[in-house]
């Protein structure tokens, strides 16, 4: 059977295992991946930072208690989080690396803050 390889497509000779016809296949196809997962990389980045701003000028305004409208009309992305834990029951905390918060059921998001390193 035939073989080809995995990045253009050329037919391959040589070892059973051999998946590239070139080693600058081999390279091209590897640096895909790279550049597509440090892009995918960045964009987690750059939302967590952008989280991780709203909460820390929220602490240093001294609020530490805001509404959720409040951080989504400031572009909060709730769906991203460094770590979660829960304190007392029913309580689970979001970090966004030093900082935590909880939202009650009343929409109030209680933020906290660990000193950082
Ligand atoms: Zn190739």
């Known amino acids: ?9 050329k037919p391959i000779c040589g070892r059973a295992d051999k998946k590239f ?11 895909e991946i790279r550049r597509r ?3 995918q990389l960045r964009k987690v980045n750059c939302i967590l930072s952008n989280n ?3 909460l820390a000028a929220s602490m240093r ?3 530490s208690t805001v509404s959720v409208s409040e951080l989504s009309a400031r572009d909060f992305n709730f769906g991203l989080f ?3 834990s829960r304190r007392f029951p029913g309580k689970r ?12 059921r009343s929409g109030k998001v209680h933020i ?3 000193p950082g390193p």
């Open 21 to 31: 016809c070139s080693d600058d296949c081999r390279s091209d196809y590897h640096n």
């Open 112 to 114: 906290i803050s660990r």
């Open 82 to 84: 460094t770590a979660s």
């Open 37 to 39: 997962e440090e892009k």
């Open 61 to 63: 305004e001294g609020r």
């Open 1 to 9: 059977m035939e073989r080809h390889c995995i990045r253009c497509g």
């Open 93 to 104: 905390y979001f970090w966004c690396y030093n900082y935590a918060y909880r939202i009650s």
């Open 52 to 54: 991780w701003r709203i």
